[in-house]
């Protein structure tokens, strides 16, 4: 199992439980597990009411929705059943609130359609054209927290994690890592940003490669629970993102984004960090690639992206959702995440649903963004299956 992140500590978990006679062992190349996308996530355990019903995406995040919910309470960790209003800006987003309201009661998702006044009892500062979807099973985690139990519960099923080893190549007879030789009936790739590169050794992810987008939240200095729910605008169902929308964490606190933004290099947190040069050139070249050809409008979304780097930009958005927003209670940027989004070179689109490839000696997760963190027990049931009927 290569990837520490949710994904590959709940591939792990079963894969033991379904072979349970095996030897499990998850390398992780950092000195624990989660210390990118799972551990930088919002926290957010989302409904399923945004993707299409036949989709993977929908297949899970309510059944994932529940399991997470369900692994939280079972262990006394923190949630916030806070739910989530998703409101319109204007007439025009009255029919995409409908197609939200429709896809959400297709995937069979508890969804309450609420007019303005009855928007504003549920949170008095929302500000929404007419009406508003809310969903009350929309909830918020600690990704830390849940992530130092997975680990755990890991460990004592049986599952070997060895940390601070990092896949290096493949070889004819097992994989170089940065610590040993590692040998496998059967390898798992869940290696996040990189398992695109993981893939390519192993012969697949012929048609894809993963390009890194920035996310960041502004922290809001206000009391805790000064909002009593999360805020979100329709989206643009077109792209994989949601659009700029406030949080409310897990222990009361408000936070106003993601962003979205064009990264240059694969781990590009903050400045030259973790600065590879073959990335940047590989980066760059897909981004250029897009701004000319891309089947949807990367240079429109790039250009909008790159603003949300202001403050002002930022507070402005969020301020078009709820009152009383001030751009001197936003100051403080959280800790930047790096999405690991799948681009299809063929199609020159940016995939929307998980994708897996695999045969009867590897699996390879390839795109798992949100609501991967979400959809992350059943998914890893799903492709624990697909191994199954692979290996026969």
Not at 101 to 126: D, F, H, T, Y
Not at 361 to 366: G, T
Request: hydrophobic share 35%.
């Amino acid at each position: 199992m290569i990837g520490g992140g949710i994904i590959g500590i709940n591939m792990a978990r079963e894969l033991k439980k379904t072979y349970p006679g095996s030897k499990v062992t998850l390398i992780e190349k950092e000195k624990d597990c989660g210390m990118h996308a799972s551990g930088r996530n919002s926290g957010v355990l989302h409904a399923g009411f945004y993707y299409s019903p036949e989709s993977l995406k929908a297949k899970f995040t309510k059944s994932g929705n529940r399991a997470l919910t369900k692994y939280c309470e079972d262990r006394g960790l923190p949630i916030n059943k806070c739910g989530k209003l998703v409101v319109a800006k204007d007439e025009g987003d009255l029919k995409s609130l409908d197609e939200l309201l429709q896809m959400g009661r297709a995937n069979g998702i508890e969804l309450e359609e609420v007019s303005e006044r009855e928007a504003r009892k549920i949170e008095p500062r929302v500000k929404t054209f007419a009406r508003a979807i809310y969903s009350p099973t929309t909830s918020t985690v600690s990704p830390s927290h849940v992530m130092d139990s997975l680990k755990l519960d890991t460990v004592r099923e049986g599952v070997k994690i060895h940390c601070g080893v990092g896949y290096v190549k493949k070889l004819k007879n097992g994989i170089q890592t940065t610590k040993d030789v590692y040998q496998a009936g059967y390898y798992v790739n869940a290696a996040g940003v990189y398992a695109d590169k993981v893939a390519k050794d192993f012969g697949f992810s012929r048609d894809y490669c993963l390009l890194p987008f920035k996310g960041l939240y502004l922290y809001s200095d206000e009391p805790a629970h000064s909002l009593k729910t999360n805020i979100y605008p329709v989206p643009d169902l077109r792209n994989p993102f949601l659009g700029v929308h406030f949080t409310k964490t897990v222990d009361g606190r408000t936070k106003i984004g993601p962003t979205a933004i064009p990264a240059f290099w694969r781990e590009h947190y903050r400045r030259f960090e973790n600065f590879r040069l073959s990335e940047l050139v590989e980066v760059i070249t897909r981004e250029v690639m897009l701004l000319f050809l891309a089947r949807f409008d990367f240079r429109r979304l790039a250009l909008e992206e790159i603003r949300k780097y202001s403050k002002e930009k930022l507070v402005s958005l969020a301020a078009s959702l709820a009152g009383g927003v001030r751009k001197e209670n936003y100051m403080k940027w959280g800790s930047p995440g790096i999405r690991a989004q799948l681009l299809n070179l063929k199609k020159k689109t940016l995939e929307m649903d998980f994708v897996i490839e695999g045969d009867g000696s590897s699996m390879h997760i390839l795109n798992a963004v949100s609501p991967a963190f979400t959809c992350s027990i059943p998914f890893a049931k799903h492709v624990a299956a697909e191994i199954k009927t692979r290996l026969g």
